[in-house]
């Protein structure tokens, strides 16, 4: 995809890396739509973005993701792309975990991005872009976090899916599976305390390397050795 004129609709717009990701693309070009939960967040990534179009939805409402998906269509003056960075962690043994919690980390991490990339899978054209943020979660399936890592791989098995019915339309389907990231995403958990982790990837070196793979056309950003992630077609 180009990026210059690019119009790239950003679910999760106020969380750290969606924020950065927003502005990233509109240095390069791209013209974001943002959404997101939080209303004073979402202010400041629009000025930061030159005023881009921005509207708050909750992940809850999976109706308010579709219309989301219209309304970011009728302010762009169509779609190129939909760039999901939604997600929200919870820890402690399964056993622990409140069916309601369960339910909560379903919604944001999976049922959410799927409704967004459901609603704009029809409508982007060719050489268009649906990209979510699973995390290695999804394929470690640590202790402790089975709910969390059970809602990312329900999102990266959705995501495989989808790109093999998009390939004869032209449109790319990017897994963007993220390490622990520098983020302070662990310390905002629904529930329980985050393990010892290790010092997290920055912010920009995952943004950047998102940036590339959209640009690229790619099917996958992942760790690649030490602290250095690899793009895939």
């Excluded at 005023?51 to 109706?63: G, K, L």
């Excluded at 169509?78 to 379903?106: I, K, N, S």
């Excluded at 958990?189 to 790619?218: C, D």
Aim: glycine share 10%; proline share 6%; with cysteine.
């Amino acid at each position: 995809m180009e990026l210059r004129g690019a119009r790239i609709l950003l679910p999760g717009a106020t969380g750290e890396i969606g924020a950065a990701l927003a502005v990233r693309l509109h240095a390069l070009g791209a013209l974001p739509a943002l959404a997101g939960r939080d209303r004073d967040a979402l202010s400041r990534v629009s000025v930061a973005c030159a005023h881009a179009p921005a509207r708050a939805f909750d992940a809850w409402d999976t109706a308010s993701c579709a219309t989301t998906v219209d309304w970011a269509e009728a302010e762009l003056g169509g779609l190129d792309g939909v760039v999901t960075c939604l997600g929200v962690a919870a820890f402690g043994p399964a056993g622990e975990v409140e069916d309601a919690v369960a339910e909560h980390l379903m919604a944001v991490n999976a049922l959410a991005p799927m409704a967004f990339l459901r609603a704009a899978a029809g409508r982007l054209p060719e050489g268009g872009v649906l990209a979510a943020v699973t995390g290695i979660v999804a394929e470690a399936a640590p202790a402790r976090m089975a709910d969390y890592a059970a809602a990312k791989a329900a999102l990266a098995t959705w995501v495989t899916a989808v790109r093999r019915e998009q390939r004869r339309r032209g449109v790319t389907v990017l897994e963007i599976n993220l390490p622990h990231m520098d983020t302070g995403f662990a310390g905002r958990a629904v529930v329980g305390r985050a393990p010892r982790l290790p010092r997290g990837l920055p912010v920009p070196e995952a943004v950047a390397a998102i940036a590339r793979a959209i640009s690229e056309g790619a099917s996958l950003v992942r760790p690649g050795s030490g602290a250095v992630l690899e793009i895939a077609r």
